[in-house]
């Protein structure tokens, strides 16, 4: 079915446009330009939809139940969180992880966030040994994602030593069978796309990354990564290798346009230096690496190299993507005590390049996937804005609940009720 859209705004990351028809057909994009007929949306504004590059979906089961100090972990941070997190993970099976995942997507698209990628590292049973599907697991999250409504790439991911038994792979040939057969169980579902991914330099082994890089290569499939998250993680890896973590990803031919690191907390100038010379991207987790301690990513050093940026909600402690972009900008500011930091070249704000961030793209364009997201401009947080200033609003003052509406494929998959739930 065919059908115009005509917002009284149409957002993209430089600004709004009025009198717009966007128009849908067989999920994509076909058109964007001055139309009068079609179907108004009246006091709406129309953006492209939210990515949200990096998620544990089942972590969103932890929200609110560790913000308090265990007697026996006095000193609270990273490693004491992860321990509860592995408690959460020892119980799920296949129906739970199902529902958990489900609510977590479906908090997504309530938020704005049309697609998600998945870093799933719960593969097997709590003792280690597989599932009769050794990807059962995964296929729930997946099953999840459709539940929903939310555009997935999956990422199986590879475990080695380390964390749970049900993490872990017993070889690598092992792990890229399962890939292989989850790529094919993937093929006929629309929403789905199946990547893979490495835990990090402490669960993998150099001979496995090696075997992962070039196997994601061959394949022409995303690779992530998490990398340079934690002060620890980098001193293990120094002392193991003798090279911090990017620069072992950067020997076993792990980078590459098609790798994403996740973090890159950490990084020094020499690691950021590689990332931006293999045309390696980066997802920075702003709330959730706040709230564990993690410390700040070097944003106006990734800026500054050209480094493509997205974010992720990861732990889920909070699902917002205005948020999430807002936190880059915030934290840039802090530590170098000015103001507008992340501003690229031959812009004069940073609102730009983080709305570019948070979509992947610039703006609604003819040939993209109809994933779409309706801001309500009735909103208190929006009322008396000029129009030139809403996508700064968007990022520095307002929040999820400005999104009244959220379509995926051209389907709507999220409208407030009509309490406003
Ligand atoms: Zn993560």
């Given at each position: 079915?065919?059908?115009?859209?005509?917002?009284d705004?149409?957002?993209?990351?430089?600004?709004?446009r009025d009198?717009?028809?966007?128009?849908?057909?067989a999920?994509r994009?076909?058109?964007?330009?001055?139309?009068?007929e079609?179907?108004?949306?009246?006091?709406?504004?129309?953006?492209?939809?939210f990515?949200n590059?990096?998620?544990?979906?089942?972590?969103?089961?932890?929200?609110?139940?560790?913000?308090?100090?265990?007697?026996?972990?006095p000193?609270?941070?990273?490693?004491?969180?992860?321990?509860?997190?592995?408690?959460?993970?020892?119980g799920?099976?296949?129906?739970?992880?199902?529902?958990v995942?489900?609510?977590?997507?479906?908090?997504?698209?309530s938020a704005g966030?049309?697609?998600?990628?998945?870093?799933?590292?719960?593969?097997?049973?709590?003792?280690?040994?597989p599932?009769q599907?050794?990807?059962?697991?995964?296929?729930?999250?997946?099953l999840?994602?459709?539940?929903?409504?939310?555009?997935?790439?999956?990422?199986?991911?590879?475990?080695?030593?380390?964390?749970?038994?049900?993490f872990r792979?017993?070889?690598?040939?092992a792990?890229?069978?399962r890939?292989d057969?989850?790529?094919?169980?993937?093929?006929?579902?629309?929403?789905?796309?199946?990547?893979?991914?490495?835990?990090?330099?402490?669960a993998v082994?150099?001979?496995?990354?090696?075997?992962?890089?070039?196997?994601?290569?061959?394949?022409?499939?995303?690779?992530?990564?998490h990398?340079?998250?934690?002060?620890?993680?980098?001193e293990e890896?120094?002392?193991?290798?003798?090279?911090?973590?990017?620069?072992?990803?950067?020997?076993?031919?792990?980078l590459?346009?098609?790798?994403?690191?996740?973090?890159?907390?950490h990084?020094?100038?020499?690691?950021?230096?590689l990332?931006?010379?293999?045309?390696?991207?980066?997802?920075?987790?702003?709330?959730t690496?706040?709230?564990?301690g993690?410390?700040?990513?070097?944003?106006?050093?990734?800026?500054?190299?050209?480094?493509?940026?997205?974010?992720?909600?990861?732990?889920?402690?909070?699902?917002?993507?205005?948020?999430?972009?807002?936190?880059?900008?915030?934290?840039?500011?802090?530590?170098?005590?000015?103001?507008?930091?992340?501003?690229?070249?031959?812009?004069?704000?940073?609102?730009?390049?983080?709305?570019?961030?948070?979509?992947g793209?610039?703006g609604?364009?003819?040939?993209d996937?109809?994933?779409?997201?309706e801001?309500?401009l009735?909103?208190?947080?929006?009322?008396?804005?000029?129009?030139?200033?809403?996508?700064?609003?968007?990022?520095?003052?307002?929040?999820?609940?400005?999104?009244?509406?959220?379509?995926?494929?051209?389907?709507?998959v999220?409208a407030?009720?009509?309490?406003?739930?």
């Amino acid at each position: 079915m065919r059908r115009t859209l005509i917002p009284d705004l149409v957002l993209d990351a430089n600004g709004a446009r009025d009198d717009i028809g966007v128009t849908i057909e067989a999920g994509r994009i076909q058109e964007v330009g001055p139309a009068t007929e079609g179907e108004r949306l009246r006091a709406k504004a129309l953006a492209p939809g939210f990515l949200n590059n990096h998620s544990h979906a089942f972590q969103r089961a932890l929200r609110g139940a560790v913000e308090r100090i265990e007697p026996s972990h006095p000193n609270d941070d990273f490693w004491t969180w992860r321990e509860r997190m592995y408690a959460l993970a020892r119980g799920l099976d296949p129906d739970s992880i199902r529902e958990v995942s489900r609510r977590c997507y479906e908090e997504m698209l309530s938020a704005g966030y049309t697609s998600v990628t998945e870093f799933h590292y719960v593969h097997h049973r709590p003792d280690g040994t597989p599932y009769q599907d050794p990807n059962a697991l995964a296929k729930s999250v997946a099953l999840a994602a459709e539940d929903a409504g939310i555009r997935l790439l999956l990422l199986p991911v590879a475990y080695a030593r380390g964390g749970l038994p049900r993490f872990r792979d017993p070889s690598v040939l092992a792990f890229l069978q399962r890939v292989d057969d989850l790529r094919k169980w993937s093929e006929w579902r629309p929403l789905v796309e199946v990547g893979v991914a490495a835990h990090s330099v402490r669960a993998v082994p150099q001979g496995w990354l090696e075997e992962i890089g070039d196997y994601a290569r061959r394949e022409g499939l995303s690779l992530h990564i998490h990398a340079d998250e934690q002060g620890r993680e980098i001193e293990e890896c120094l002392s193991e290798h003798g090279v911090r973590p990017v620069e072992l990803l950067a020997q076993t031919r792990s980078l590459g346009p098609h790798t994403t690191v996740v973090h890159a907390t950490h990084a020094d100038g020499q690691e950021l230096d590689l990332l931006a010379e293999h045309g390696t991207s980066v997802c920075a987790c702003p709330t959730t690496e706040g709230n564990l301690g993690d410390g700040f990513l070097p944003a106006a050093e990734i800026l500054g190299r050209g480094i493509r940026l997205s974010v992720g909600s990861d732990s889920h402690v909070r699902i917002d993507p205005f948020e999430e972009l807002r936190e880059i900008e915030t934290n840039a500011r802090r530590l170098s005590g000015r103001r507008n930091v992340l501003v690229a070249e031959d812009e004069t704000s940073p609102t730009p390049y983080l709305l570019r961030a948070g979509w992947g793209r610039v703006g609604i364009e003819p040939g993209d996937p109809a994933d779409l997201v309706e801001i309500d401009l009735s909103h208190p947080a929006l009322a008396d804005v000029a129009a030139e200033n809403l996508p700064s609003v968007l990022v520095f003052g307002s929040g999820s609940g400005v999104v009244v509406g959220t379509s995926v494929d051209g389907r709507n998959v999220y409208a407030p009720d009509e309490t406003g739930g």
